[in-house]
């Protein structure tokens, strides 16, 4: 019994070891962003909110337009708002 206590704690210590390496390293974590985008925590994001997030670099000289465009194209249920599934969705593949 003691055995799998220690084990178990092990498991969980190395889980939770490689959860904090994969932020650090910068890996896409879309939950947490869209966490911190929701100003009002109602469980979905405006246009206003959306347009808040940083720019990745080398695209800082894009237009508030183009905040319009991405969010058009990923509120899929043309609802106004992203919830986290639209938010999360990557862009289709271009061919």
Not at 1 to 12: E, F, R
């Amino acid at each position: 019994m003691k055995l799998i206590k220690i084990g178990t704690l092990v498991l969980g210590l190395l889980a939770f070891t490689n959860v904090n390496a994969q932020d650090k390293k910068g890996n896409r974590n879309p939950e947490k962003a869209f966490e911190k985008l929701d100003a009002n925590n109602d469980g979905k994001l405006s246009l206003e909110e959306f347009s808040a997030r940083k720019q990745k670099p080398g695209n800082e000289d894009k237009k508030p337009a183009d905040n319009e465009k991405v969010f058009a194209k990923k509120d899929t249920n043309s609802d106004g708002f992203l919830d986290l599934n639209e938010f999360s969705a990557r862009p289709p593949k271009k061919e």
